[in-house]
């Protein structure tokens, strides 16, 4: 999962980042509201952590020009993060296009939990657990297991199973899955994404559950059959 993070103080923004990182998701830090409609405007993400009082561009008007947008990207979620915390400005900011606000100060443990509520919402997933016919996968704690029994996971398979399993029944791309493995070694390469998935097909043979190529898309975690009793 890749987030935007544009925090204008270098103290709050690298320890946002760091956590953020420290959970699993890949995060873009930028500084200013400019560089982030930039940014915005030429990578897909996965979820936005926006400030509102930014250097150069603030931040309504890049959370406005990224819903006046047509393309898909449009979509993604945007969690306010500032110490803006009256209540116009909490109206001005979801009227605006925000899913969330969150006021500063924050506890970290508040945000991932928000943050992994609107990656929920944006899938279509209802809670933490996401279960996949006898596979079941926790993205708070990012462990799989099958009937109950833990799934011995590296944290690169892990994170492809997570956006797999969020995106059952689609094509998803090896630059996707790249991005998810940005957080944990920035060196990765798209032939490296073939290793992975191959090994991640290995562990996931035994309890039936098929990952998919498709030749020019990507790949695509098949729709489970339901569990018979």
């Not at 250097?55 to 959370?63: F, I």
């Not at 996949?132 to 109950?148: E, M, Y």
Request: glycine share 6%; proline share 2%.
């Amino acid at each position: 999962m890749r987030v935007l993070l544009v925090e204008d103080d270098r103290e709050l923004g690298s320890a946002v980042s760091a956590s953020l990182t420290g959970e699993g998701y890949a995060v873009d830090w930028l500084t200013d509201g400019a560089s982030a409609t930039t940014s915005l405007a030429t990578t897909t993400y996965d979820l936005v952590l926006l400030d509102l009082g930014l250097p150069k561009q603030d931040g309504l008007s890049v959370l406005r020009a990224l819903r006046a947008r047509s393309d898909t990207q449009r979509s993604v979620p945007v969690l306010i993060a500032t110490a803006m915390d009256s209540v116009k400005d909490r109206v001005e900011g979801l009227d605006a296009g925000a899913d969330d606000y969150l006021v500063k100060p924050f506890s970290l443990e508040e945000l991932h939990a928000r943050v992994r509520a609107l990656i929920r919402r944006r899938n279509a997933v209802a809670s933490n657990s996401i279960v996949h016919g006898v596979l079941a996968f926790d993205l708070q704690s990012r462990q799989a297991s099958v009937d109950g029994v833990a799934l011995e996971l590296s944290a690169r398979e892990a994170a492809i199973l997570e956006v797999l399993l969020l995106r059952s029944g689609r094509a998803v791309s090896k630059e996707q899955l790249l991005d998810s493995l940005f957080a944990w070694d920035r060196d990765i390469t798209l032939n490296a994404i073939e290793v992975y998935v191959h090994r991640l097909r290995k562990k996931l043979e035994p309890a039936q559950i098929v990952v998919r190529t498709f030749r020019g898309l990507g790949y695509c975690i098949e729709k489970a059959e339901p569990v018979r009793s």
